[in-house]
């Protein structure tokens, strides 16, 4: 994010500063379901490599519910200042073990952070891009 001040001419001719964030868009490269059985609970697993470049791997579990049926999972990826950057995973998946493939070719070197949210889960980890 950066700053830019901005004259308002139209009223009072008084100067404000305007934050401006610049979204990157993060290929999504595969999403892929590991069919390594039903896992016995959600977890988000540590990236691989970390740190990176320009890809890295996340794996996750969607747990299985009464039914089987699927969830509304959300993976979120973050930059240092907690701006969300990109939303690669936004729908519903099947109960199982599921590897992403992030490709960070398009950002800057630095800490990120993803966030995955099924239901009442919520995890967050760390990542690092060095180019």
Known sequence: AFRE???DNQ???AAFQLDLV???SAAVTSVTNLNTGLPDGYAL???YPNPFNPSTKIQFNVA??????TKKVRLSIFNYLGQEIAVPINGNLQP???EY???GS???SGVYFYTLSVQDFNETRKMLLIK
């Open 96 to 98: 199982g073990s599921y």
């Open 11 to 13: 009223n009072s001719g």
């Open 22 to 24: 610049r979204v990157f």
């Open 45 to 47: 697993k540590q990236n």
């Open 64 to 69: 299985p519910g009464e039914d089987n049926s």
């Open 5 to 7: 001040k901005v004259q």
């Open 101 to 103: 493939v992030f490709d």
């Open 106 to 108: 398009n950002l800057n």
